[in-house]
């Protein structure tokens, strides 16, 4: 399939334009498929930070005093834009990261454009409480942040920058987004449509860059909020260096979520639900329920059905609407995976299912189980990020329950049962930020996600991520007379 052309206009969009200074680190943008350079862009240089962060703080001051629903509009259009755009976008996505087109059209664009609309709709209902004291009284004012950093994973580069925006705009809030260094195309077309939504010029500034620029980013005294999806060491590490600055954070991180797979289940859905949360845009999600405890009872019949249905994958061109499963998106996560199936066998693991790297460009490693596993190996403990799968057994709940939380990230959750008492007994046990019972990975832009533990601070989506780019102000009004000592 001829490979539409991935160049963008510039590196960076700043002020409500593409920007380049070419004198910043060339970054290569390769396609994981074929493992070819179909763009490259540049890092920020401190002229481009400087630049971002100062059109971001003047644009800011004038949204906050907008009318919200004016607000709201601009995100419902940018939402209506990003729809009728959506095979670009998708097919850009798909250049980007790797994941096959018949994934990226349901869900990369669609999910930011969701996003857009859900905070667009919101954006007027911003409100505050009042209280009494007497004859006194006081009440509260939601008010924005200020100039907030959004800083990407690679995994899903259009939907994490509309995760973002769209709370943080919502609100009033300008944003200075760093996509991740790997897939940087994707967030310079949200800003693009942003503009022609009628966001005024830098509220949206995208800047690209490795670590260095998140962290510059990260330090500025310009910046109130930094929200971040990434691992939990880069999670860490930002944390820490926005608490310097007293600044408020979102961290969206890692994980190594359970899916408990109950005697009553009903085996189709929970192994469709295994499914989707392994090998959806090949294993590379944050949330996915990778440590898969089966009861012994369906242990055998489990894994019958698994290995019938992984036979339907389908390993071809991703922008091939009939492929369902794509490389992975780096050269260096592709062999980290690699390490992590051999360092499963040498631990004693049985691959069960796929196991190999393709022999062919790019980074195609096989949907991968494993088996003959025990709670302590390195494949269950530390998240893979990859399509690899670590079916394990278990004898009764309270084991299953046990089992399931040991481990320090605390992301997601999910179970399988056809006993309603049981799924809200032990949901409520799990120690994980999101659940789902009899259903995986679905986030819905009216659903609070986000994790627990090491897995992170806040919630992206729902009300409450305006919660987080808002603070209150509060306000005591005296009706007098005021009394004093002396
Ligand atoms: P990463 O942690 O390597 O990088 C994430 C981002 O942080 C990148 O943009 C990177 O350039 C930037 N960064 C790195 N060091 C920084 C520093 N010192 N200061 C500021 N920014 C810095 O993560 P990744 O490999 O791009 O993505 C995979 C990870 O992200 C996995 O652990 C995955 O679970 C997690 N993730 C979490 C969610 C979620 O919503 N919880 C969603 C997607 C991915």
Known sequence: MTRPDATPVASHFIDGAYAEDASGTPIPVIYPATGETVATVHAATPEILERALTSAERAQAEWALADPVERGRVLRRAADLIRARNRELSVLETLDTGKPLQETLVADATSGADALEYFGGLAADVTGTS????????????RPLGVCAG???????????????????????????????????CALKVAEILIEAGLPAGLFNVVQGAGEVGAALTTDPRVAKVSLTGSVPTGRKVAAAAAGGIKHVTMELGGKSPILVFEDADLEDAVSGAINGN???????????????????????????????????????????ATNFGPITTAAQANLVMRHIATAEAEGATVAIGGARLDRAGYW??????????????????????????????????????????TEFGLSAG???????????????LRAGTCWINQYNLTPA????????????????ARMAMDHFTEVQTVYVGMGPVESAF
């Open 131 to 142: 209280m009494r004291f007497g004859g006194d009284w006081a009440y509260t004012i939601r």
């Open 446 to 461: 009216g659903m609070p996600f986000g994790g627990s533990r090491a897995s992170g601070i806040g919630r992206e989506n």
């Open 279 to 321: 090998f959806y845009s090949s294993g590379q999600v944050c949330s996915n329920g990778t440590r898969v405890f089966v009861h012994e009872s369906l242990h055998d019949a489990f894994l019958d059905r698994l290995r019938a249905r992984l036979g339907g994958v389908v390993m071809g061109d991703p922008l091939d609407e």
């Open 151 to 185: 800083i990407g994973a690679w995994n899903y580069p259009t939907q994490i920058a509309c995760w973002k925006a769209a709370p943080a705009l919502a609100t009033g809030n300008a944003m200075v987004f760093k996509p991740s260094e790997t897939t940087p195309l």
């Open 415 to 429: 179970l399988f049962t056809s006993d309603l008492a049981r799924a809200h007994r032990v949901v409520a046990q």
């Open 365 to 406: 490693i096989e949907p991968t189980v494993l088996t003959g596993l025990s709670d302590d190996m390195t494949c269950v403990r530390e998240e893979i990020f990859g399509p690899v799968m670590s079916v394990l057994t278990f004898a009764d709940e309270d084991e299953a329950v046990e089992r399931a939380n040991a």
